[in-house]
T-cell receptor, first 114, second 110 residues
Framework: DARVTQTPRHKVTEMGQEVTMRCQPI?????VFWYRQTMMQGLELLAY????????DSGMPKDRFSAEMPDATLATLKIQPSEPRDSAVYFC????????????FGNGTRLTVT | GQQVMQIPQYQHVQEGEDFTTYCNSS?????IQWYKQRPGGHPVFLIQ?????EVKKQKRLTFQFGEAKKNSSLHITATQTTDVGTYFC??????????FGSGTQLTVLP
């Protein structure tokens, strides 16, 4: 069963440290999304790639967050420097055609910034 | 931009009772998708509705897409404890970008 793989599953770090989250989308999927989930904000879209090109990162705080797809099998989300308010679960999802086909979510990275 | 509102935010039901969650979009949608997230898990795709007025069923779950393609509902008949979780709708508009509703967290009391 093909699935989206995210690493790490859990990350605890101190404020000010750099955090890198990785995602391996399902082979053949050309769209990749990063979502952040908190109790208060639900599922927030942070970034969206199609064919590795960033299409929308308007939901991402630009001063500290960055998202890239160095190749078709890897998407990364970096936070530098991290802050306690970044504590959340970060999900990566991939799909075949944006908006018209189901999204497949990874298990998420639970980030705690102390 | 496109906004998708979902109500209620929380719903507690007794096992065996029915449950409905509603989704409303500020703009006309090309399609709407529904996802279920179990506690501690990740959202899992349930179904996609595309046509105006479309109704689809999955066992005890009934999904509807409004005639104007701006609203949708998910109805669960005779809830079971396995139905516990958060149900999200996600609408796709002209920009072909999914916008998720805030979700309805369902608790089923045995």
């Amino acid at each position: 069963d093909a699935r989206v793989t995210q690493t790490p599953r859990h990350k605890v770090t101190e404020m000010g440290q750099e955090v890198t989250m990785r995602c391996q989308p399902i082979l053949g999927h050309n769209t990749v999304f990063w979502y952040r989930q908190t109790m208060m904000q639900g599922l927030e879209l942070l970034a969206y790639f199609r064919n590795r090109a960033p299409l929308d990162d308007s939901g991402m705080p630009k001063d500290r967050f960055s998202a890239e797809m160095p190749d078709a099998t890897l998407a990364t989300l970096k936070i530098q420097p991290s802050e306690p308010r970044d504590s959340a679960v970060y999900f990566c999802a991939s799909g075949i055609q944006a908006g018209d086909s189901p999204l497949h979510f990874g298990n998420g990275t639970r980030l705690t910034v102390t | 931009g496109q906004q998708v509102m979902q109500i209620p935010q929380y719903q507690h039901v007794q096992e065996g009772e029915d449950f409905t969650t509603y989704c409303n979009s500020s703009t006309t949608l090309s399609n709407i998708q529904w996802y279920k997230q179990r506690p501690g898990g990740h959202p899992v795709f349930l179904i996609q509705l595309v046509k105006s007025g479309e109704v689809k069923k999955q066992k005890r779950l009934t999904f509807q897409f409004g005639e104007a393609k701006k609203n949708s509902s998910l109805h669960i008949t005779a809830t079971q404890t396995t139905d516990v979780g958060t149900y999200f709708c996600a609408g796709s508009g002209s920009a072909r970008q999914l916008t998720f509703g805030s979700g309805t967290q369902l608790t089923v009391l045995p």
